[in-house]
């Protein structure tokens, strides 16, 4: 099972909006809506952001949303703040009863 | 407040086993599945195995099937990862994470416990 494919780095200004693709394949990301984001601050546990494509957990700003296309989602930060300066991680459940994870997006809030 | 706190690691030679342990509380223990998730130093994250809410089933991942085991406690809240014939890059971060129920996503997880094969 291959990683899913992100971009290594991402930066916005903050107040900009930014978004990170994932792209997956026909047996994961485009066969299921089970895909989420994860954020994770240096030598922090992941915090979950987005599940099943577009739905945000309790406490989670709106800032955050996800959506998805065939075999690509995306992650889009609207109104960067400083504190979003992180890495990323999109993930996936795939057809062969596995968790597939993306590739992970530094973003750097400049 | 709900939490997963890991232990268990530790650095251990090729070929060696370890046993790690997750313990949980704040929540139903016995009505979640339970993943481990780990991170190579420097690296992405890799998702290791599953075991459901009742221990019916287990899920393992390629790289550790046949070596890893997962085993659930219901009377303690614990949730086990044995690994056995460890090799140089089963080196990570191990974070064990529960199962959002019917969404197949990871939405609590512990701090994680490092485990270091080397010789």
């Known amino acids: 099972q291959s990683a899913l494919t992100q971009p290594a780095s991402v930066s916005g200004s903050p107040g900009q909006s930014i978004t990170i693709s994932c792209t997956g394949a026909?047996?994961?990301?485009?066969?299921?809506?089970?895909v989420s984001w994860y954020q994770q601050h240096p030598g922090k546990a992941p915090k979950l952001l987005i599940y099943?494509?577009?739905k945000r957990p309790p406490g989670i700003s709106d800032r955050f949303s996800g959506s998805k296309s065939g075999n690509t989602a995306s992650l889009t930060i609207s109104g960067l703040r400083a504190e979003d300066d992180a890495d990323y991680y999109c993930c996936s459940y795939a057809r062969n009863r596995a968790f597939v994870f993306g590739t992970g997006t530094k973003v750097t809030v400049l | 407040q709900v939490q997963l706190v890991e232990s268990g690691g530790g650095v251990v030679q090729p070929g060696g086993s370890l046993r790690l342990s997750c313990a949980a509380s704040g929540y139903t223990f016995r009505s979640y599945g339970m993943h481990w998730v780990r991170q190579a130093p420097g690296k992405g994250l890799e998702w290791v195995t599953f075991?459901?809410?009742?221990?019916?089933?287990?899920d393992l991942a390629d790289p550790v099937k046949g070596r890893f085991a997962v085993s659930r406690d219901d009377s303690k809240n614990i949730v086990d990862l044995q690994m056995n014939s460890l090799r140089t890059d089963d080196t990570a971060m191990y974070y064990c994470a529960r199962d959002l129920v019917g969404d197949y996503t990871f939405d609590i997880w512990g701090r994680g416990t490092m485990v270091t094969v080397s010789s």
């Open positions: 075991i459901h809410y009742d221990g019916s089933g287990r």
């Open positions: 026909s047996s994961d990301v485009g066969y299921y809506n089970h």
């Open positions: 099943e494509v577009t």
